[in-house]
């Protein structure tokens, strides 16, 4: 049975994977605070057991095996955000964070019903995709011809699609863009007159707040009706 710290770097290969970036050592150590000989345990230990295959030109991938144990852990995960948030009315924060006690709960009677009541949602609360629930969840970003806000064109209007949920800190990016306004379905735009210290200048409900770039590239937007 998997460990539920070896089914977060799976769902760690995962998410960056669907971003569309390689999963090497430094990646997977800067998110778990742990050591580089650390991670390479645990990927030796995943890939001993047929979860993933390490490939030092082109960082480790998931097999269809740890592919389905990374969908059913995020997919837990995800429905019980939604059902907290939807449900019980917790900000996102909260039902992030106690999500993580609740989905090793939920049995499959459970997540069925669960299903039916929130109406077969596709996406979490910070707008990632449901496993089992949104269709080609694997090419979510790419579907939707989505690109990080940081990387944005300026003077051009941008929707909101998803906070990434490969960070260091999640808690801490949640509260900076939620107090912002920057949410899944919310209209930006990038100003071209950013501050003089690099960060990027979002105009977002009427109001104008500055990110720096580590931040913005943790959103993912896109143009309506490009996609």
């Known amino acids: 049975m998997?460990?539920?710290?070896?089914?977060?770097?799976?769902?760690?290969?995962?998410?960056?994977?669907?971003?569309?970036?390689a999963v090497v050592h430094a990646r997977l150590a800067e998110k778990f605070k742990v050591s580089a000989p650390s991670v390479t345990e645990m990927?030796?230990?995943l890939e001993r057991d047929g979860y993933?295959?390490?490939?030092r030109s082109v960082g480790a991938h998931l097999t269809e095996k740890g592919?389905?144990?990374?969908?059913?852990s995020l997919r837990r995960h995800r429905l019980a955000e939604r059902f907290l948030m939807d449900v019980l009315k917790m900000n996102w924060i909260a039902a992030h964070e106690e999500?993580?006690?609740?989905?090793?709960?939920?049995?499959?009677?459970?997540?069925?019903?669960?299903v039916a009541l929130l109406g077969n949602p596709t996406t979490c609360p910070h707008g990632n995709p449901i496993p089992?629930?949104?269709p080609s969840t694997h090419d979510f970003i790419r579907r939707h011809r989505?690109?990080?806000?940081?990387?944005?064109?300026?003077?051009?209007?941008?929707?909101?699609?998803c906070i990434s949920e490969v960070v260091e800190d999640e808690t801490a990016l949640l509260k900076q863009v939620g107090e912002a306004g920057i949410r899944p379905g919310?209209?930006?735009?990038?100003?071209?007159?950013?501050?003089?210290?690099g960060s990027v200048a979002v105009a977002v409900a009427g109001e104008t707040v500055s990110l720096s770039h580590a931040v913005a590239d943790k959103i993912w937007v896109f143009i309506p009706g490009s996609s």
Do not use: W
């Open 67 to 72: 592919t389905a144990a990374a969908e059913d």
């Open 186 to 197: 919310a209209d930006v735009v990038v100003s071209p007159l950013g501050p003089d210290d």
């Open 2 to 21: 998997l460990s539920a710290t070896a089914l977060e770097y799976l769902e760690a290969i995962y998410n960056i994977t669907v971003e569309g970036d």
């Open 99 to 114: 999500a993580h006690a609740l989905q090793k709960s939920l049995t499959p009677g459970i997540e069925a019903q669960m």
């Open 43 to 45: 990927l030796h230990r």
């Open 52 to 55: 993933l295959v390490v490939d």
């Open 146 to 161: 989505a690109m990080r806000l940081g990387q944005a064109p300026v003077d051009t209007p941008l929707r909101v699609l």
């Open 132 to 134: 089992g629930s949104a």
